[in-house]
C-alpha cells in the first residue's frame, strides 16, 4: 500500500498519512512525499519493511515509534535546502517517547543524484525540547553529512536533547558518523569518541522491551 502527496517540495509541508492510533503497525507500506511526509504523531507505531521517501523532517512527530528493516529515501528538496530525515517533537522529559530507526537502509532517492555533493543530508533536528532519535545497526549512504545532525534554531535543545547511533555502517565502512555537541554517540566497541567509558545509559532503549528485544 502506498501513501503519497504529490505537491512537490514547492508547497513545503504536505503531509502523506498522519498516525495517532496506538500498537498501529504497517507492514510493506511505502510512503512518499517531500517535507513532512510521515507524522507519527503520537502513541506507540511499528514499521517493518517500509520505504519512507522525503526532504525535510520528513519522519517527525511523539509517538514511541519504531522503524525496523525500512528503506528511507532522501529527496532533491528546493534549491539552498538542506535535508532532515526525521524531527522528533518529545516535549515532556517524562514522556516514553522517540523515535528508533534499527537495521534499516538511508539512500538517495533517484531525483537526489542530480544534487549529490551540492545538497545536504542530516539525520534529524530537535524539533521539540526534549527531542529524542536512535539510529540503530542502520546503513547510512556518504551522502548522509559528516556533521551527523542539525541544529533546529541557534542552541534550542542542544542540553536537553537525546540523539545517538550506535553499530551504524556506512558507505566509507566507519562503524558511525562524528556527532557534534552534547549529542550522545557511541562505537560499536562501546567506546565514547569523546573520551570515557562508552557505555549506554538505562533508558538508552525507549521503547518497552518486548518491542525491541527482537531487533538486537
Request: net charge positive; proline share 4%.
Amino acid at each position: 500500500m502506498t501513501f503519497e502527496n504529490t505537491a512537490g517540495p514547492q508547497k513545503h509541508q504536505a503531509v502523506a498519512l498522519s498516525v495517532g492510533s496506538d500498537q498501529s503497525v504497517f507492514y510493506r507500506c511505502s510512503f512518499k512525499g517531500y517535507q513532512d511526509t510521515l507524522l507519527v504523531h503520537s502513541l506507540r507505531q511499528f514499521y517493518r519493511d517500509c520505504q519512507i521517501y522525503g526532504t525535510i523532517d520528513f519522519i517527525f512527530g511523539d509517538a514511541a515509534a519504531v522503524f525496523q528493516n525500512c528503506d528511507i529515501f532522501v529527496r532533491r528538496p528546493m534549491d539552498h535546502q538542506s535535508n532532515m530525515i526525521t524531527a522528533q517533537g518529545r516535549d515532556d522529559p517524562n514522556e516514553n517517547t522517540g523515535i528508533l530507526i534499527v537495521n534499516s537502509r538511508v539512500a538517495p532517492a533517484s531525483d537526489f543524484r542530480a544534487v549529490k555533493g551540492k545538497c545536504k543530508n542530516y539525520l534529524g533536528r530537535p524539533w521539540k525540547k526534549f527531542s529524542r532519535t536512535v539510529f540503530l545497526k542502520t546503513y547510512l549512504d556518504g551522502s548522509v553529512d559528516k556533521k551527523g545532525w542539525k541544529e533546529w534554531s541557534g542552541d534550542f535543545s542542544l542540553s536537553t536533547l537525546y540523539y545517538a547511533e550506535y553499530m551504524n555502517t556506512s558507505s566509507d565502512g566507519a562503524r558511525l558518523l562524528k556527532l557534534w555537541g552534547p549529542i550522545c554517540n557511541w562505537s560499536g566497541e562501546g567506546r565514547s569518541p569523546y573520551g570515557g567509558s562508552g557505555a549506554a545509559p538505562s533508558n538508552f532503549f525507549f521503547i518497552k522491551p518486548q518491542l525491541v528485544c527482537s531487533f538486537l
